[in-house]
Nanobody, 123 residues
Framework: QVQLVESGGGLVQAGGSLRLSCAAS????????MGWFRQAPGKDREFVAF????????NYADSVKGRFTISRDNAKNTVYLQMNSLKVEDTAVYYC????????????????WGQGTQVTVSS
């Protein structure tokens, strides 16, 4: 069992930065790959970023590539999402998830989710 709690969301102006954190409970955190997704009102949950269980592999949605960075600290059971050069279209609820299937792009493949944290980018 893994419980995930996101934090770090808030209101920021376009061009600004935020750092999201996702703290996990449970001893098996380091065996899970982790993903960040986001969901805007009226839209489906969409993939943002992925990191493998040991942190050696990452992948990003084209819309955030070069602006967002995912990282993890297995000693602290935490995964991060550093978001720079934020745009109005980045506004959404951001969720972290844990998965072992290898099909990290698809929300349905995730075993555990956090409750989400709101990110609002103003123009």
């Amino acid at each position: 069992q893994v419980q995930l709690v996101e934090s770090g969301g808030g209101l920021v102006q376009a061009g600004g930065s935020l750092r999201l954190s996702c703290a996990a409970s449970g001893r098996s955190f380091s065996t899970y790959a982790m993903g960040w997704f986001r969901q805007a009102p009226g839209k489906d949950r969409e993939f943002v970023a992925f990191i493998s269980s040991n942190g050696g592999r990452t992948n990003y949605a084209d819309s955030v590539k070069g602006r967002f960075t995912i990282s993890r600290d297995n000693a602290k059971n935490t995964v991060y999402l550093q978001m720079n050069s934020l745009k109005v279209e980045d506004t959404a609820v951001y969720y972290c998830g844990a998965e072992r299937s290898g099909r990290y792009y698809y929300p349905v493949e995730y075993d555990y989710w956090g409750q989400g944290t709101q990110v609002t980018v103003s123009s």
